[in-house]
């Protein structure tokens, strides 16, 4: 199909394919375009966890593929609710040490040991962020974990300090009788930093907020921000907590994340307007674990999507949480299966590729088919980035979207190739017996190793117009 006109839907056929037509490929990148980090997806992994994390041959090999893919080793922090629960025990043998009752609990407390950080230097290959206790309010037993930290991960990229504190109890040891607020919490921060910083150095990760906006805290942390190398908000667009309800295709709407998103681009603003670097420091679909939304291959679009809009709000890195090990259902891998969101992930580094640069949306962000471009260091566009967010749940007819593209990179004839993410419908899951795809062929072990083969489809060039046709709930890049 050719579509001819401006960039709007145009009209429905029988055969249910919309038609979008004419968007124009920008020839070089524009000044609004923006920076991609090699680390834009990143990877968080919950503290007690973590040792755990490292006995899982899909742990290393999940993080080795992306790399491969980036031409970077994948960004990991080490943090979330048990940093906070944890004690610093310099004479203990083991990385972690705790009891529960079932494996799929977290400790209630925990305590861990010197080689909980020579673990992360060995087994993660990027920079890695730890994340430790403020909560308990034992700046002392902090600040022999931050030295020893320091000391033994020459990847240590970041400390916090405090898992979101904006959820503090006030029954919390840190809080003070005054009562607990962003302003106690700011001055908190403020005098830990400048207790810590001069044994470790300027390296703090500042903030690490659910709920509370990192704007308001950067002026309050005055001249301490020159301790901090970074500040980190966390985001779950839903929450499965306490029975509420998650929806599947509000999650993956591309007008949605688009709105979503922007919420977060002053908050990025500011940091970078003090000097430091702006992270969602944690995130991924559905609070409490996931509900029964995040492991669908919807979930694992919404990565895609999801990622490309925090770029484009200048959030430099996505760091996914992965929670308990076996009691997950956000987690890209566990003890048995790679998940559909690790797909989502996977197919969002493959667009970033080793060689993008920048990046610029293309569609007006309030319909339900987003297209990207992708720009190289010479500011070539080299991909393009279709997603089509109408949610495909298995009834009824599945519709398609032909879209068209003019201009950069798009010769006036020929054939250019795509390669296609796709899925039986928005709430398939792998661990269910769904056959995610990438490329017609692609999928991944237990191990998450890379199974199959990858095919390219070919896309006719016809006077300098290039059309694809994407289906409701899937994603396709063209190469240029």
Not at 110 to 131: E, M, R, W
Not at 196 to 216: C, D, E, H, K, M
């Amino acid at each position: 199909m050719r579509c001819k006109g401006l960039d709007v839907v145009l009209f429905t056929v029988a055969s249910c394919t919309t038609c979008i037509a004419a968007i124009t490929v920008p020839t070089t990148a524009p000044s609004t375009a923006s920076t991609i980090d090699s680390s834009q997806v990143a990877v968080s992994l919950e503290f007690f966890a973590f040792p755990g994390y490292t006995e899982l041959v899909s742990t290393e090999t999940c993080l080795a593929n992306l790399q491969a893919l980036r031409g970077a080793p994948v960004a990991v922090r080490i943090g979330g609710t048990t940093q906070d629960r944890a004690t610093y025990d310099p004479s203990l043998a083991t990385p972690v040490s705790y009891t529960v009752a079932s494996p799929t609990d977290a400790p209630t407390s925990l305590t861990f040991g010197p080689s909980f950080f020579t673990l992360a230097a060995s087994d993660l290959k990027g920079n890695v962020t730890i994340g430790l206790n403020r909560q308990l309010n034992n700046q002392a037993n902090t600040l022999s974990a931050a030295v020893q930290a320091k000391n033994s991960m020459p990847n240590m990229y970041a400390i916090e300090l405090g898992n979101e504190p904006d959820l503090y109890a006030s029954t919390s040891p840190i809080v003070p009788s005054s009562g607990w607020s962003q302003t106690a919490d700011a001055a908190s921060e403020k005098s830990w930093f400048t207790a810590i910083a001069p044994s470790v150095g300027n390296i703090f990760q500042a903030a690490v907020y659910l709920s509370w906006r990192t704007t308001a805290t950067i002026p309050l942390l005055g001249t301490s921000i020159n301790n901090v190398r970074s500040v980190s908000e966390h985001s779950y667009p839903q929450s499965a907590c306490n029975g509420a309800t998650t929806d599947l295709s509000t999650l993956m709407s591309h007008s949605g994340i688009v709105s979503y998103t922007s919420g977060f681009k002053a908050d990025a603003a500011s940091a970078h307007a003090a000097g430091v670097r702006y992270f969602l420091g944690e995130t991924n679909s559905a609070t409490c674990g996931g509900g029964g939304i995040s492991p669908t291959f919807g979930a694992a679009l919404w990565i895609v999507d999801y990622v490309l809009q925090g770029a484009l709000n200048g959030i430099e890195r996505s760091y996914f949480h992965q929670g308990t090990i076996g009691d997950c259902q956000y987690c890209w891998w566990g003890r048995f299966t790679t998940g559909a969101p690790f797909y989502g992930a996977y197919f969002v580094s493959t667009f970033l590729g080793t060689d993008g640069a920048k990046l610029e949306m293309l569609d007006n962000g309030t319909g339900a088919v987003a297209s990207y471009v992708i720009f190289n260091s010479a500011g070539a566009p080299i991909r393009l980035l279709v997603y089509n967010s109408n949610y495909y749940d298995a009834t009824g007819t599945r519709s398609s979207t032909a879209v068209s593209f003019t201009g950069g990179g798009i010769p006036s004839a020929g054939t250019a190739t795509a390669l296609r993410l796709t899925g039986p419908n928005a709430t398939s899951r792998v661990d269910e017996g769904g056959i995610v795809t990438i490329g017609g062929g692609v999928t991944f072990d237990g191990n998450c190793n890379v199974v199959g083969t990858e095919t390219r489809e070919n896309v006719v060039v016809t006077g300098g117009t290039l059309t694809v046709s994407v289906q409701a709930s899937e994603a396709l890049i063209v190469y240029l």
